[in-house]
């Protein structure tokens, strides 16, 4: 599989494209998408992703079957939430987040490619970081860097990233999500600090994130096909656009997926792109569904470059809005409903679907629920009048003790702190 960049460098091999993350001229590394894998339903979420991912890996030195097995032990269930919505849970990996998935896939992918030693910079929003400190943690020959936003992630989170320890070390930087976004940008653009420290990306910047997560839309798409209820149209929270590209990719390839509608907090950059067709990056605010805090999101460039013909993509794909006020009524109308907690994320998708079911649609819906609600038990109990349990992974890493330390937004203080490190 040859990829290229989306300013125009490459091509390169795509185990080139995973270990270096960014491309070499700024640019994010894509993949062609007219090809049309023979994928298959399988018992489990790793048997039906090595089906789609074998014909991308072909002619590499990556086997897409073992890396698929080492990394999906864990499955992404449908749950119906009434008679033609379903959430596709996404949180049942190690962390309690969708961004699991990917984050071990690609771990697995770079352990296997003989890579000097590495350094994994990554920014977050509050899941990804901790996603990838799991998947890299006490691996010989990285390192990981996580920075995040001090006081813009939900306690539990906090305590996620600076809990591992050995060979993660974790950042709380002044200022927000753009900013530690905007920093890491700016180490990848600086080939000097890139040779020094061997950096790589396990942001969704990196396409070894998204590749993986086509497999659960894949898998979820071909079980509801099976059922009758395909293609389905699918809603998907999102902030840096990582998985929703990974559904709109899996989409292309050839999966039984209808629309796509992505939902988004009061940062509305994106729909407000599918409103105006004018990229307008804004200041991200703080919202309750604090993962999705992104004012500027990265994978925009890939998606105008995947999707050049405006018109086409609004067809395909559309864009909605939540605020906090309907965040929190969709949690506890969910409840009330169904006993079912759902996460702030999840609940920008229901209401969602809530308002395309007001406007007369009426084809079933996939809605990705992305993150385990126990990481946000300041929002939810309150809202259920119930305690949410965290998950066992979860509780353990809650009992461990947590160091961030404090970076000021600038590629100088990340320097420096990287060297110290080093």
Known sequence: MQCTSTRGAGPVSLAKALAEGL????????????????????????????????????????????????????????????????????????????????????AEALSRLGLPPTTILVATSGDTGAAVAAAFHRRPGFRVVILYPDGRVSARQAHQLGAFGDNVRTFKVRGSFDDCQRVVKEAFADKALVAAHGLSSANSISLGRLLPQMAYYAHASLVLQQRGLGPIDVIVPTGN???????????????????????????????????????????????????????????????????????????????????????????????????????????????????????????????????????????????????????????ALLQKPAIANPLEPTLAALTAALVRRA
């Open 23 to 106: 491309a070499p001229d700024g640019g994010l590394y894509v993949i062609p998408l007219d090809a049309r894998p023979a994928v298959t339903l399988g018992t489990t979420l790793a048997e039906t992703a090595t089906t789609l991912l074998t014909p991308l890996f072909q002619h590499e030195t990556l086997d897409a079957q073992a890396l698929c097995h080492a990394a999906f032990t864990f499955d992404a269930p449908l749950l119906p939430i009434d008679d033609d919505s379903f959430l596709l849970e996404l949180f049942h990996g190690p962390t309690a987040a969708f961004k699991d998935f990917g984050a071990r896939f690609l």
């Open 241 to 395: 656009l990582g998985n929703a590209l990974a559904c709109l990719m899996a989409k292309r390839l050839g999966l039984p997926i209808g629309h796509v509608t992505l939902a988004t907090n009061a940062n509305r950059v994106v729909p407000d792109f599918f409103s105006t067709g004018t990229y307008a990056p804004k200041p991200s605010v703080a919202t309750l569904a604090n993962a999705m805090d992104v004012g500027a999101p990265s994978n925009l460039e890939r998606l105008r470059h995947w999707w050049p013909d405006e018109a086409a993509l609004r067809r395909e794909i559309s864009a909605d809005w939540v605020d906090d006020e309907t965040i929190r009524r969709t949690i506890g109308t969910v409840w009330r409903a169904t006993r079912t907690a759902i996460c702030p994320h999840t609940a920008c998708g229901v209401a969602v679907r809530d308002r395309l079911r007001a406007k007369g649609h009426t084809k079933p819906l996939l809605i990705a629920a992305t993150a385990h609600p126990a990481k946000f038990e300041t929002v939810v109990e309150p809202l259920i009048g119930q305690t949410v349990e965290p998950p066992d992974p979860l509780a």
